[in-house]
């Protein structure tokens, strides 16, 4: 038989299912700059740029891309791509200066006519309540370790809510918990920058209770609404078979990955990650009834994924340093050390490793639920330049489109994933890397705001438009 050219054609793709979301991400401190404007008040951010030494080169988010009044421009952007989906992140100190109390009209109103102006164009907005931006006010108070601030968040949800909920369905309550919990006050390295492990434990418990919390009111209003989270997940490999690289890989595995999915989708923490973490705390902040919503059921899960952790067995004991003098983003597991493979590694120095995230999504529909999931961000940082005004990125081209593959083999395997965001539509404010990484599919000259789509950007255009990949 003789195929038409329209089959061979459909023989050499890779087709995802009819329905798919093909996305971009931002978030609100890394894109809007606008950092005083119309009554925002300053968040944990602004403090932290403003300390010395925090982030490269005393970068700020005070301008960024400038987004909060080019917004239009980049929803065109995206519409010309082709983009469906639009994951953007709400400023919770733009919209509720003091973290408590009245809402600034002002900064609900710039939401407003972003997504009116996102729908007007066939784009869907996926809107993110936390992506790390605390309005320092409740930092001031104590931050995520009091067990207030998770109240004052399921507040800060309903009064978005009240004003975007007519014109948004796609809610997810926090980006990331993970980093807020252990990089802001476990190692330091982003807002508010404390080094207290207790602290990042509980900070990690009341992040959850707050998505519980405002995860139960968004559902109760809205059940029409999507409500769910997005957690950044590794894949964990012990360096070698040996019962001590295998505990370290499984320590590792638990306070990355387990602690949250454990509490969100189970209800209960694992209880290997609770006897870890046996010297650092009793979990005595963990009170009656916390994970039960904790474990509200969510409409869809959010996935971020960038890499796999390789882990060894620690040194010998008389080798190691004490656990409370080492600043760490892994309490009760500071001396397990994370061991390069030399496989090829972006400008951030994270491996490629797009089978990992394969495994990631296998594991997590097999292990813990049957939710729809989306890879809510997946990118890479490479150094771009322009050279006569085009920019050509093929290693970015190549990690996306590896990644997609992973994405396309996990369907096929049955993985309910029902969408790709990449991360990112722009080149950003990459936190304490300040503007020395790049991970847009457009290139941005800060000075000029001149914004370049990357030979990426115009490749996931056409991925977008044939609905999926060429065939290898
Ligand atoms: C994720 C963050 C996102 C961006 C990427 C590179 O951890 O959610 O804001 O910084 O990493």
């Not at 061979?8 to 995802?16: E, G, K, P, V």
């Not at 340093?321 to 390069?340: C, L, N, T």
């Not at 000075?447 to 060429?470: C, F």
């Amino acid at each position: 038989m003789i195929e038409s050219p329209a089959t061979q054609l459909d023989q050499q793709m890779i087709r995802f299912p009819g329905g798919f979301r093909w996305g971009v991400a931002t978030a609100a401190y890394q894109i809007e700059g606008a950092a005083t404007e119309d009554g925002r008040g300053p968040s944990i951010w602004d403090t932290f740029c403003r300390t010395p030494g925090r982030v490269i080169e005393g970068h700020t988010g005070d301008v960024a891309c400038d987004h909060y009044h080019r917004f239009r421009d980049d929803v065109k952007l995206m519409a010309d791509l082709g983009i469906t989906a639009y994951r953007f992140s709400v400023s919770w100190p733009r919209v509720q200066p003091a973290g408590s109390g009245p809402a600034n009209q002002a900064g609900l109103d710039f939401y407003r006519r972003l997504v009116d102006d996102l729908r007007a164009h066939g784009i869907e907005p996926w809107l993110t309540l936390y992506h790390w931006d605390l309005p320092q006010p409740l930092e001031d108070a104590g931050g995520w370790p009091e067990r207030d601030t998770a109240a004052r968040f399921a507040d800060y949800a309903m009064l978005t809510h009240d004003a975007l909920g007519d014109r948004v369905s796609h809610w997810t309550t926090l980006n990331e918990p993970w980093c807020s919990a252990f990089l802001g006050y476990g190692s330091g390295v982003h807002a508010p920058g404390r080094q207290e492990s207790v602290a990042a434990v509980r900070a990690g418990h009341h992040l959850m209770l707050g998505h519980g919390l405002a995860t139960r009111a968004l559902r109760a209003s809205a059940p029409e609404h999507e409500v769910g989270a997005t957690v950044n997940l590794y894949a964990v490999s012990p360096q070698t078979d040996s019962p001590g690289d295998a505990d370290a890989a499984r320590r590792i595995d638990g306070l990355a990955n387990r602690f949250f999915l454990d509490p969100m989708l189970r209800g209960s923490y694992p209880t290997d990650v609770v006897d870890d973490l046996r010297e650092v705390t009793d979990f005595a902040h963990v009170r009656d009834g916390d994970l039960a919503v904790i474990a509200t059921p969510m409409t869809f899960l959010g996935i971020n994924y960038y890499s796999r952790y390789v882990v060894a067995a620690p040194a010998p004991e008389g080798n190691r340093e004490p656990y409370w003098r080492v600043p760490s983003s892994w309490p009760g597991s500071e001396q397990v050390p994370f061991v390069s493979r030399g496989v090829p590694v972006t400008d951030m120095d994270w491996e490629i490793d797009s089978a990992g995230l394969l495994e990631t999504l296998v594991r997590v529909n097999r292990e813990y639920t049957d939710l729809p999931l989306y890879v809510t961000e997946n990118g890479a940082a490479f150094a771009d330049r322009v050279v006569d005004g085009e920019v050509h990125d093929p290693e970015r081209l190549a990690y996306i489109d590896e990644h997609l593959r992973a994405c396309h083999e996990a369907i096929e395997a049955g993985v309910p994933l029902r969408g790709y965001f990449a991360w990112s539509l722009l080149d950003n404010f990459e936190w304490a890397w300040g503007y020395t990484k790049r991970f847009g599919l457009v290139h941005v000259d800060y000075d000029s705001q001149v914004r370049i789509p990357k030979s990426s950007a115009k490749w996931y255009a056409e991925v977008i438009r044939r609905h999926g990949l060429a065939a290898q």
